[in-house]
């Protein structure tokens, strides 16, 4: 290992974020090394092939320029932590599933136990960064657990969350909105601060690196997820009052969003928000509140979350209720299962609901995917709804994975488009049309796909906040 490293980081977790976020630091600054460090041997012996553990697009040819020249990827975590200068922790924090605040407040405990580790090994004092979202004060915990080491050991705790979105990752982390960074006001802590600030300023305009205090950027994590996750929901909820009313969402959206003051991104109707992050956090921001004794406040957050559920559910009604209130024994070809395009990520997806309630109708379920594992799959599946093939002997056999969409759609009763993925607007849907049965049905969920070329193909189209034009028609 040479020496003559500007700085030595160190990355508890290489998960989705952790793996990129090193990665594109390292590429950024050669002359900082990076390490990349896990508890999973398993995930650790991915980062290490081309077969990386997770997809992104754009981060197979980054790591493939640093890895073994100032990005490694190793499970010898003391070793790593010994040598760094700056510790970040990218753990996952998940929702709490026992205990108190159970199903609502996040777990830290991960966060806890790198701290612990970290006050066990190092032998000198480093500064660590909170990578991980977690609810505001987290760092006075941290803070705590590391200056209870016997070593008279000085650590300097840092904020700073992480504002990437899969399926973007790479472009987000190039070129971040900003990059929050949240520290102790006092000198020690400013000089902390500026040592990160200094490892950003290699690439991001330092106008856009911001320092604030450490409850402000453990907090504004939490509100911007929540912030984006409500925008949504509000979409999602004009969805239904546009299809009883005749209204088309996508001319709301365009109208809505071409106010400056409200902006256009985001006010995409789907079947409802998933992913990882953004139903923890509001869950974790409403136990916040209520912990804080603000009821109104969580309530008012909470409402985002009731309105998603009312969203997933509506469209798995809606598919039951038009195909003649039954699914039972019926082929449904379902396109897409990852919770948005460009990632095979399943956390919390909101397709998941939708092969839940099918499942539950007896329905036989196709589903295509072009990133999605099988196994992921059914670990979700058991994680968040508790389904899995001891309890619901149904569920694998009901439910198959097709090796491409003509095989999902052959002799299908319905295809759902659940996922925006760029491949599907590309298909012969006249073809997949033809192999289909009849009446033929599409729900897209997305509004991805040509609705008028559908409907003269010959397709019954059912689309989210879109009017039926058996239903309604102009004055
Ligand atoms: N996924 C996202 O897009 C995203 C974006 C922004 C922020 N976040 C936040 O970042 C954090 C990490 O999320 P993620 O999606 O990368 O999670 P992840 O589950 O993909 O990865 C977490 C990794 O941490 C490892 N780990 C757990 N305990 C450890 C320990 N004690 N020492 C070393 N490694 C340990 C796990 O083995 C796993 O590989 C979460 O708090 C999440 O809310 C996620
Ligand atoms: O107009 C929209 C935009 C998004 N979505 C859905 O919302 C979910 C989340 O999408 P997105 O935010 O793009 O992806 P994430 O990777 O979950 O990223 C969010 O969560 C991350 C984890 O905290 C944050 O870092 C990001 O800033 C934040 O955008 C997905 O199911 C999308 O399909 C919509 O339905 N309509």
Redo the contacts with the bound molecule.
Sequence with gaps: MSDDWELKICC???????GPTMAVIAKRCPKIRVCV????QK?IDAWKTDDLPIYEPGLLEVVQECRGRNLFFSTD?AAEIEAADIIFI????PTKTQGIGAGRAANIK?CE??AR?IADVATTGKIVVE???VPVRTAQAIARVLQSNEKGLKFQVLSN??????GTAIADLMKPDRVLIGGQQSEEGLAAAAKLVSVYAHWVPREQIITTNLWSSELSKLVANAFLAQRVSSINSISALCEATGADVLEISRAVGMDDRIGKRFLQPSIGFGG??FQ?DILNLVYLCETYGLNECAAYWNQVILMNDFQKKRFSEKIVASMFNTVTGKKIAMLGYAFKKDTGDVRETPSMFVLRDLVHEQAHVHVYDPQVKREDMWIEMDYTCGMNKDNTPRLEESVVTAPDAYAACEKAHALLILTEWDEFKTYDYKKIYESMMKPAFVFDGRNLLDHDALRAIGFEVHALGKPDPLKFSDL
């Design positions: 508890m977790g290489a998960g989705y974020v952790g460090v896990d508890i999973s995930q975590i990218s753990v996952n924090t991960n136990l790198c580790t990578k991980s979202t969350p992480e504002f990437l979105a899969e990882s992050c923890k």
